[in-house]
Nanobody
Framework: VQLQAYGGGLVQAGGSLRLSCAASGRTFRNYAVAWFRQAAGKEREFVAAPNGRDGSPYYSDSVKGRFTISRDNAENTVYLQMNSLKPEDTAVYYC??????????????????WGQGTLVTVSS
């Protein structure tokens, strides 16, 4: 599956952005998806996935309550709505996918397919 992430940009603290990740090449609904991010000089970290262990969206503590993930299988797209952005949210955001939706995945090593990343910069 090919993934293309877009929607990043420059925004002031407190602002909002919506990232999109368009998938092509396979039956998207059979793939687990997630958003990760990587700030300069830091490791790639998990941000959100549509289905956690209890089937509900799962978020990292740093974005919980501010970000919302959703997926539209008909459109082969996963979204990340980011509100109340903070300077520490500045990073390259990546969407990821892996075949099989039976188990939640929170580690980057568990995803095989990656988009090219989209840069989000939050100014103070």
């Amino acid at each position: 599956v090919q993934l293309q992430a877009y929607g990043g940009g420059l925004v002031q603290a407190g602002g909002s952005l919506r990232l999109s990740c368009a998938a092509s090449g396979r039956t998207f609904r059979n793939y687990a998806v997630a958003w990760f991010r990587q700030a300069a000089g830091k490791e790639r970290e998990f941000v959100a996935a549509p289905n956690g262990r209890d089937g509900s969206p799962y978020y990292s503590d740093s974005v919980k309550g501010r970000f919302t993930i959703s997926r539209d299988n008909a459109e082969n797209t996963v979204y990340l709505q980011m509100n109340s952005l903070k300077p520490e949210d500045t990073a390259v955001y990546y969407c990821a996918a892996d075949y099989g939706i039976g188990r939640p995945r929170y580690a980057a090593s568990q995803y095989y397919y990656w988009g090219q990343g989209t840069l989000v910069t939050v100014s103070s």
